[in-house]
């Protein structure tokens, strides 16, 4: 099967957590046998995270999108499918939002929906200030009516990356349950399983290894929730020091350091981290904490779990399915409950390695690649059994 799959970010260039469902994706079609032409956009040079040996099997064209982003993307996308879509078994969009002008059958991701977006910080759209709450009301609102209301209804079959997502698109757009499915995403367990010591980790990262390390791991934007992260720092009893992993969104960082206080000496800001140092935090962590105020799914948490660091994550969106019962949920945007949890766990050590136990197993029954690689194969035949 040739398989066209529409993505904003591939590898070596990295975005977001759709980056990874992405490679992911297209390393467990190849290892299904099929051949891949990955469309997306054309970053600069200076934003390449890390090399990446493509097999033969895959083929990546990419657009120049400029400032437009995913709009442009899926501008692009259809124009150069126009008279070539004979060309491939399917045309595979990894969010729905990038086909809103592409007009001939198609599958889907489902990722969050834009009344997700619109409604997750107190009923309106997270934000980083008065300003950003104003565009980001008045963006997501013309997408959501422009763009992502006539890509869902033109799809043919819609694939959620979680139950909550599939939930939110069938609750807005009467999707019929034949019209939807769920894969989870899935990650290299076997990988993750295999982590360094814990004061070997420590040394190298430059930690102290007698205060216990609290974990975050992703994109810093509004939707994560990491400023009530930062008050609960404050709250807590613990004398726990945290490590923030990822790259930020511009200007949150600033608002974040200000949540913080006078506990920004206990903080270490490691920005983005290379695939192959990765392990080497969940291997010093202690907590996983991920205070999210939306989440379509939740990689990290996946990938914590498989290393075997107890989790704690919010209720409210995908971050709770996908933790289930290996995990410790609190309530979303409360710092208090938050720093309760936190200091829960970490007085408890026989807790925590209960919990670890849970999460490895809930990682290699439910999210191991190997295992999406088979599901969405299963979907394609299916899907295209049923094309018109």
Not at 14 to 26: F, H
Not at 192 to 203: E, H, K, M, V
Not at 268 to 281: K, N, T, W
Not at 366 to 385: E, N, P, S
Request: a positive charge.
């Amino acid at each position: 099967m040739h398989v066209c799959l529409v993505t904003l970010d591939f590898p070596p260039f990295r975005g977001s957590g759709l980056t990874i469902y992405a490679e992911k994706l297209v390393q467990g079609l190849v290892a299904c046998g099929h051949r891949v032409t990955v469309l997306a956009a054309r970053r600069p040079e200076s934003e390449r995270a890390e090399a990446v040996d493509l097999p033969p099997e895959v083929k990546v064209l990419r657009f120049d999108v400029g400032r437009a982003d995913w709009i442009a993307l899926g501008w692009q996308a259809a124009r150069f499918l126009k008279g070539r879509s004979h060309e491939f078994d399917l045309v595979h969009f990894a969010d729905v939002h990038f086909a809103y002008a592409y007009p001939l059958p198609f599958l889907a991701s489902g990722v969050q929906t834009f009344r997700q977006r619109l409604s997750s910080h107190d009923g309106r759209a997270y934000h980083v200030n008065r300003r950003n709450l104003a565009f980001r009301t008045l963006y997501y609102s013309a997408a959501r009516r422009f763009m992502e209301r006539p890509a869902v209804r033109r799809a043919q079959h819609m694939v959620m990356i979680s139950d909550t997502t599939r939930q939110a698109f069938a609750s807005e757009y009467g999707l019929a349950p034949g019209r939807t499915s769920v894969v989870y995403i899935g990650i290299d367990v076997d990988r993750f399983s295999r982590i360094p010591d814990q004061d070997a980790a420590r040394q190298a990262l430059d930690l102290t290894t007698d205060l216990p390390v609290l974990l975050y791991v992703g994109f810093s934007t509004p939707r994560k929730g990491v400023e009530y992260l930062a008050q609960a720092l404050g709250r807590m009893r613990s004398p726990a020091q945290l490590v923030m992993v990822g790259k930020w969104e511009k200007g949150y960082q600033e608002r974040f350091l200000a949540a913080l206080g006078a506990e920004q000496h206990r903080v270490r800001i490691a920005g983005y981290v290379p695939d192959a140092e990765l392990l080497a935090y969940y291997a010093a962590a202690d907590v996983f904490v991920l205070p999210s105020l939306l989440e379509g799914f939740g990689i990290p948490l996946v990938e914590a779990m498989a290393a075997g660091v107890p989790v704690v994550t919010t209720s409210g969106s995908a971050a709770e399915e996908i933790a289930g019962d290996a995990g410790f949920i609190v309530p979303r945007a409360d710092s208090s409950a938050l720093a309760e949890g936190l200091d829960h766990l970490l007085a408890r050590p026989e807790l925590r390695e209960q919990m670890k136990r849970a999460g490895q197993a809930r990682a290699r029954s439910l999210f191991d690649q190997r295992r999406m690689a088979t599901d969405m194969d299963a979907l394609y035949h299916r899907v295209l059994a049923e094309k018109p």
